[in-house]
């Protein structure tokens, strides 16, 4: 299970950490991403961050965004700077598959989102 926490009413410019929170270890999570959905809009992919730390963001987002994860603490985050009023939106993590054993097992596991407002 994903909670996402951490976004809000912030002006152009400012700065954003989002967090999503796993009730169970991230360690072997294949891959974990978040992705935003604004009104009217499809659900986007954002970042996203493979087990052994590779790192993938949309070209909207490169150089302003920086996905991380906390194996210890079961925290994935996504640090957002020089927002801009087009970041606004529900922003959603999510866990795709889990691997044990040398297997891999499909969670395709979703957070709730968490909205963010970029006002200009």
């Known amino acids: 299970q994903l909670q996402a926490s951490g976004g809000g009413l912030v002006q152009a410019g400012g700065s954003l950490t989002l967090s999503c929170k796993a009730s169970?270890?991230?360690?072997?999570?294949?891959?974990m991403s978040w992705y935003r959905q604004a009104p009217g809009k499809q659900r986007e992919l954002v970042a996203s961050?493979?087990?052994?730390?590779?790192?993938n963001y949309a070209d909207s987002v490169k150089g302003r965004f920086t996905i991380s994860k906390d194996n210890t603490k079961k925290i994935l985050y996504l640090q957002m700077n020089s927002l801009k009023p087009e970041d606004t939106a529900a922003y959603y993590c999510?866990?795709?598959?889990?691997?044990?054993?040398?297997?891999?097992?499909?969670?395709?596991?979703w957070g709730q989102g968490t909205e963010v407002t970029v006002s200009s």
């Open positions: 999510n866990a795709d598959a889990l691997w044990n054993a040398g297997e891999l097992y499909v969670l395709d596991s």
């Open positions: 169970e270890s991230i360690f072997n999570i294949n891959l």
């Open positions: 961050i493979r087990h052994r730390g590779d790192t």
